[in-house]
């Protein structure tokens, strides 16, 4: 069965560095997705990214976060200036259409950032 | 706006015994429901989905949970309950009228006891 790919699955990073954060989504899905789970916190949608552009943002992914794909398989999060605070786990997900209806999200295993 | 609320952030039920986990949602629209499970060190799983079809939806594993319009509620129930069924379990809910955002509860770690 296709899944989703992350990788790191653990990056260790010390404050003020830039990290990229990359996922391979499922082949034929259109719509691709970040969150973040701060240990011990409820999953937080971050972004979703749709036709090369972002279709939507929450108000965690200011401007020191950036999202790409740069080619047609992988899908990275950027992290410009990391924060202590930006220490959690970042899923991503993807989907063959929109979240609603009968287009569920599929997530990857995540990758656990933790920032020094 | 649309949210979701996990009534118990952790729930305890021995083996063999029924699982009630309880969630209730705010939507201004006609919702999508859903139940995730992660178990530990995993990614989130679909457990199940309700999509304006029948208000009860069978999931994987046992599972099933209910729409409740009445009572904005979609509880995820097994009957018995097994060992491998300890994890954190998240409802969300996404807007019809949204169509890229989906929002967590804050989840219920569900513990199995021998």
């Known amino acids: 069965e296709p899944e989703v790919t992350q990788t790191p699955s653990h990056q260790v990073t010390q404050m003020g560095q830039e990290v990229i954060l990359r996922c391979v989504p499922i082949?034929?899905?259109?719509?691709f997705y970040w969150y973040r789970q701060i240990l011990g916190q409820k999953v937080e949608f971050l972004v979703s990214?749709?036709?090369?552009?972002?279709?939507?943002k929450s108000e965690i992914f200011d401007d020191q976060f950036s999202v790409e794909r740069p080619d047609g398989s992988n899908f990275t999060l950027k992290i410009r200036s990391t924060k202590l605070e930006d220490s959690a786990m970042y899923f991503c997900?993807?989907?063959?259409?929109?979240?609603?209806?009968?287009?569920?999200?599929?997530f990857g295993p995540g990758t656990r950032l933790t920032v020094t | 706006a649309q949210s979701v609320t996990q009534l118990d952030s952790h729930v305890s039920v021995s083996e063999g015994t029924p699982v009630l986990l309880r969630c209730n949602y705010s939507?201004?629209?006609?919702?999508?429901l859903f139940w995730y499970v992660q178990h530990p060190n995993k990614g989130l799983q679909l457990l199940l989905k309700?999509?304006?079809?029948?208000?009860l939806v069978k999931g994987i594993n046992g599972f099933e949970a209910e729409f409740k319009k009445s009572e904005t509620s979609f509880h995820l129930t097994k009957p018995s309950a097994h060992m491998s069924d300890a994890a954190e379990y998240f409802c969300?809910?996404?807007?019809?009228?949204?169509?890229?955002?989906?929002?967590f509860g804050k989840g219920t770690r569900l513990h199995i006891l021998p």
């Open positions: 997900a993807s989907s063959e259409a929109a979240a609603s209806a009968s287009y569920e999200q599929y």
């Open positions: 082949s034929n899905h259109l719509y």
């Open positions: 990214f749709y036709n090369n552009e972002i279709s939507e």
């Open positions: 939507s201004s629209y006609s919702p999508s």
């Open positions: 309700y999509t304006s079809a029948a208000t």
């Open positions: 969300v809910v996404s807007d019809a009228n949204r169509d890229d955002k989906i929002i």
